[in-house]
């Protein structure tokens, strides 16, 4: 098992993180690495059938 230990303050939920150092704990096996953390698409919320991404797109 391993840690994650990370000194910058959590970012509010008006403001999702997606710097460098949050994204480099994130490893995703089916997606590709590289063009996502080059452009992140997080996902923060949703309803019904929509998605909202961090940049407010629907």
Not at 36 to 52: C, E, L, N
Request: glycine letters at 8%; charged letters at 25%.
């Amino acid at each position: 098992m391993s840690f994650v230990h990370i000194e910058k303050p959590a970012a509010g939920p008006d403001s999702p993180r997606m710097d460098a150092e949050w994204l480099d704990a994130h490893w995703m096996p089916f997606t590709g690495n590289r063009n996502f953390k080059a452009k992140p698409r997080m996902i923060v919320s949703g309803q019904g059938a929509y998605y909202t991404d961090a940049e407010g797109r629907k």
